[in-house]
């Protein structure tokens, strides 16, 4: 009965320390955080962080993001590697995100989310499901077919459990699929759902001008397109939290 409770004894003092330790890792983060994120002097206090605790998966993921931030792709990438390789259930998706918006290496991202899908289903990441992400990448990779029947079959998903349309930009991404498939009245039903819910999405009324010059509709095009550029240089544009490191698929530059 005493060694029993001298070994519980010990696993609750090495609970504790555990987590005391991941306490400190974090404070240690927020201090670093006060330095510029961007500057050698950050990465420096991350090194340290790092050396002194080789086995936090969130240091390592904290030293790598503001990396990717800047475009140091291959710099920081050995970095969040070591955050999958000791939380591939926290990070594997992150990592998947970071191949897919920021490092354009689409084949790999579409290998990670597969990996996430096994850890944690179709969850999501960034506000979007991974099914968004692998449709994405199938779109960079010219394989439409697809990419159109993984959002179909994410759009039924999100259906059965909601009475509302997905996030517009799931649905603009439809259209994207159908017009490059050539179906041009679906691409527009699609473009006007997406419109319906942001209605100065620049992104889509150029899309669905595109649309409508592919029916010969003209005039009915012209007209959004002059609309499309005057709200995109209103500010109207996709507005996920990363698009202003990085452009996402299919977004429209006008010249200002």
Same mark, same amino acid.
């Given at each position: 009965m005493k060694t029993v409770f001298i070994s519980l004894l010990f696993v609750v003092g090495f609970t504790a320390m555990a987590q005391t330790e991941e306490e400190i890792v974090e404070k240690r983060i927020d201090e670093a955080r006060k330095l510029f994120h961007f500057s050698q002097d950050y990465q420096a206090e991350m090194d340290k962080i790092v050396k002194d605790y080789p086995l936090s998966a969130y240091a390592w993921q904290q030293k790598a993001m503001p990396l990717f931030k800047q475009g140091k792709y291959e710099y920081a990438m050995p970095f969040l590697d070591k955050a999958v390789a000791l939380n591939p259930k926290l990070y594997m998706d992150y990592r998947a995100f970071m191949k897919c918006i920021f490092g354009k290496r689409y084949v790999e991202a579409i290998e990670d989310f597969k990996a996430a899908k096994k850890l944690s289903g179709? %969850?999501?990441?960034?506000?979007?499901?991974? +099914?968004?992400? !692998?449709?994405?990448?199938?779109?960079?990779?010219?394989r439409f077919a697809e990419a159109e029947q993984i959002l179909e079959a994410d759009r039924e998903a999100h259906l059965a459990t %909601?009475?509302?349309?997905?996030?517009?930009? +799931?649905?603009?991404?439809?259209? !994207?699929?159908?017009?490059?498939?050539?179906?041009?009245?679906?691409?527009?039903?699609q473009f006007d759902i997406s419109i319906g819910t942001y209605r100065e999405f620049s992104?889509?009324?150029?899309?669905?001008?595109?649309?409508? !010059?592919?029916?010969?509709?003209?005039?009915?095009?012209?007209?959004?397109?002059?609309?499309? !550029?005057?709200?995109?240089?209103?500010?109207?544009?996709?507005?996920? +939290?990363?698009?202003?490191?990085?452009?996402?698929?299919?977004?429209?530059?006008?010249?200002?």
């Open positions: 179709n %969850s999501y990441v960034m506000d979007h499901t991974y +099914d968004f992400y !692998i449709a994405l990448s199938c779109l960079q990779l010219g %909601s009475s509302v349309e997905p996030h517009f930009l +799931d649905v603009f991404y439809m259209g !994207i699929a159908k017009y490059e498939l050539g179906k041009y009245e679906e691409a527009i039903a992104d889509a009324e150029y899309y669905k001008a595109l649309c409508l !010059i592919k029916l010969g509709r003209n005039n009915e095009a012209e007209k959004l397109m002059q609309k499309a !550029i005057t709200d995109y240089r209103n500010g109207f544009t996709i507005n996920e +939290d990363n698009v202003i490191y990085e452009r996402y698929p299919y977004q429209v530059y006008f010249l200002k």
